[in-house]
């Protein structure tokens, strides 16, 4: 169940086992009576925290905030890491098909466009841009590419906004330095502007949280087994296609993009 805060954050209500930044996980069963546009008024007081409804309330008492874990070190060889990248994309390739951004995950790598139609190809080409533009810093230019991808897809999140939920995520975790993180922290501002205008309260959610450095559980391993080689490379990836419809494939083109943003920066300093 979604629930829309008077701040327009929207926070997910499940009784899934998942961690997230905007997930509230309780055993509890959820009340029937809960209706769409249902007013809920929702108290912390002490360890208790209760969702007053006029028909049926709920209190989770107590309660735990999840905090994502700090970032590993990054350390990793180049040719690993590419390793990595190469079997995650053809994994999560394998399993979406042709969902989503799914199709960029070859060519993200060198191979020729496959079954691309002229919007899609399109869309590539913008995110070949936005690289180029964040390399060289290039604000005006992330912003000018970077509009028409935000909104764009179906589904709960929109293919363009899990891409750059992984972009985003992925960069404000690990980017160093205080021009770059200047840099980023502005794009990050820019790019929720046209969130709140383009896309839903629910991808606006998690955008946010991007920003932050901050995603889903799964978000996270699947970033951080590919910048640390002493975390065991498993089923990250396959994992990862469990997030939403297309999610999966749509936030791994987001992270390989800032992965290979990561690397080239590494090579010119």
């Avoid at 559980?217 to 699947?222: D, E, G, P, T, Y």
């Avoid at 297309?246 to 936030?251: H, P």
Wanted: charged content about 20%; hydrophobic content about 40%; glycine content about 6%.
């Amino acid at each position: 169940m979604f629930l829309k805060l008077s701040t327009e954050k929207i926070i997910f209500l499940t009784n899934i086992h998942d961690f997230g930044p905007i997930n509230i996980s309780t055993e509890t069963k959820i009340p029937d009576a809960w209706k769409i546009h249902d007013p809920i008024h929702v108290d912390l007081s002490g360890q208790t925290l209760s969702f007053l409804h006029e028909q049926a309330c709920l209190q989770l008492t107590p309660y735990q905030v999840w905090k994502i874990i700090d970032p590993p070190e990054y350390s990793i060889p180049l040719a690993e890491q590419n390793h990595r990248l190469h079997q995650a994309a053809r994994q999560i390739r394998v399993i979406k098909g042709q969902e989503g951004f799914s199709l960029f995950l070859t060519m993200l790598y060198g191979e020729s466009p496959l079954n691309l139609s002229p919007q899609l190809m399109e869309i590539w080409e913008h995110i070949l841009h936005i690289r180029e533009a964040i390399l060289a810093q290039d604000e005006t230019e992330i912003l000018k590419h970077g509009a028409p991808i935000i909104g764009y897809g179906r589904g709960l999140t929109p293919s363009g906004d899990d891409f750059f939920c992984g972009l985003l995520f992925t960069l404000n975790r690990f980017i160093e330095g205080p021009n770059s993180l200047h840099f980023i922290q502005s794009v990050n501002r820019q790019i929720l502007a046209i969130a709140n205008e383009k896309t839903n309260a629910i991808s606006q959610s998690l955008l946010f949280c991007a920003t932050k450095g901050s995603a889903d559980l799964r978000i996270q391993k699947a970033v951080d087994v590919l910048v640390n080689e002493a975390i065991d490379f498993k089923d990250q990836a396959i994992q990862l296609t469990r997030y939403g419809h297309s999610s999966g494939a749509d936030l791994f083109v987001g992270i390989s993009i800032a992965i290979q943003i990561i690397q080239i920066r590494a090579e010119v300093m």
